[in-house]
């Protein structure tokens, strides 16, 4: 290690520019040949000379760049002569070979191109496609006179067209141009792609819509009760059962420790829930707890065709006067306090948690970060709590604008709900789309029938989903994102300490008795789990999960290898991707 520390990173190259802290002399001007006047003389004197600089700065000189070509850099003035002229000139070569190497960087990335899954051309009348918060007729179709204000807008880009876009009762579309934004650190959002999703009439669409059907009907079953309770061994055998269910499984079985689950590393380890949505933590002076305010048992929405339609049609309900609130406060316990918690959660919420708790645990930091082994210094604004928990925030917004293009300009992929709704009129017979026989066969959808009369797909929130297309997940983009950056930081192999797990009401928080979980895993199970819980709130696919997760992922590595290009020291930080395989960037 120690002789990697004293390594320089060869993406920046000093400039030839001799060092010197000599003074600027008569023959190398320092002074703005503007005049002073002599009160801001004296004041730039009393304000002495830290402060004096900074106000200096504000004092305008010729660029650099345009005085390059015009006299020898020694000449190169700058206000008030605060830095020698040739150390502030390799200064600012550095910085121009470092913002050069970074859009070399960005230029040498693989040329993407995007593929939808060819629904919305397939079908006519859109029932593949996203269409919600616009008009539809009776049987849940859109008006395709509204639906082509859409299509206009999408391909035009035109401000103004997405402002001619045809609604229905009045909800408003979210974002839609958030996708065509510009990012000047990492991939850009048209840089990076999610793969085709699964046809509306696929075995693998059906697979994913009977899980979901099955998530709505379990969303009260405690995690820890998953290995008892009869409602989750019957979905384990038919997902097990189905011609294309591609979620994890043991044995060649979906079990109770794998169902609902991701495939990433560690995901499959312990409880169901990961320590970080769980542990209590300090952020700064303040002690917060998880416990959290959910809602009651047995509260589920959009069961009736009316409401349904209605919401289709962009009603908008007063959520204030609906939800029925649980007045205790508790730990996550099931899939429905899971669902409420990422209804309201800040998007990035779960993993400035996740870095609170990791800080205060005295996790290790990455073997390769500058700092890991120094004998004389230690992390503050580099390789410490402030860069981190800034860094957190900084991919997450970065994150958004990359699968908000997917969302509105590559994939119009519907959203859960509007395909249960085909699913309904199918079985009533009203009409006759080409949805695979895994989901119209289904126990699940048998069972919510019996339950509420209809074949829709139960909601836990009110107003369903939100007004933006399914494919990817904004939520799991985010968690992508996020927890790359912390595995990138944070060393993996380290072990979680304190385990908990909540007791049976969510009241309070019991230690955890199993083996050890590590730091990677873990982030790696709270990424899933905010994914998955889209998924059973109802609003999100399973694919709209587990690539998202990887799409985050890809805008972090980017922008970690731009931000490794700034470092003075050597930075060589390794962390394992959700597909298993370790990288160091």
Known sequence: MSNRRVRKSSAIKESPVKHTDNAPTESSPARDSSPVSSGRRRFLGRAGGAAAAVIAAGVAAEPAAAQVGKKPSCELTFPLGVEPTDRALNRYAKSYTCRMNASILARERPLVYQHPNGDDKLYPNKIGSYTKALPHNDLGEVDLAAYSTLERARESRDPADFERI???????????????????????????????????????????????????????????????????????????????????????????????????????????????????????????????????????????????????NGFDPDLNSIILFDTTPRYIRNMRDMARWVQVDALYQAYLHACLILLGQGTRIDPGLPLYDSRVQAGFAQCGGPHILSLVCEVATRALKAVWYQKWFVHHRLRPEEFGGHVHNNLRGATNHPIHPDVLNSQAVQEVFNRYGTWLLPQAFPEGSPTHTSYGSGHATVAGACVTALKAFFDEDDIIKNPMAPNASGTGLIPYEGPPLTVGGELNKVASNVANARNGAGVHWRTDAVNSLVLGETVTIGILQEQKLTYNDNVEMTLTKFDGTKITI
Do not use: K
Not at 255 to 271: E, H, K, V, Y
């Open 166 to 312: 045809q609604l229905g009762l009045g909800r408003l579309l979210t974002s839609p141009q958030a996708g065509l934004a510009m990012d000047l650190e990492g991939p850009d959002s048209h840089h990076v792609m999610l793969p085709p999703a699964p046809r509306f009439d696929s075995a693998e669409e059906a697979g994913e819509a009977v899980e979901l059907y099955w998530m709505a009907l379990t969303r009260d079953v405690n995690f820890q009760e998953y290995d008892t309770n009869t409602l989750i061994w019957q979905a384990c055998n038919e997902l097990s059962n189905l011609s294309d269910f591609r979620g994890p499984r043991d044995n060649g079985r979906v079990t109770p420790q794998t169902i609902f689950r991701n495939s990433t590393p560690g995901d499959l380890a312990g409880p169901w829930l990961s320590q970080f949505l769980i542990q209590d933590f300090f952020f700064g002076a303040n002690a917060f707890s998880q416990r959290m305010t959910t809602v009651l048992p047995g509260t589920n929405y959009m069961t009736s065709y009316e409401d349904w339609l209605a919401i289709q």
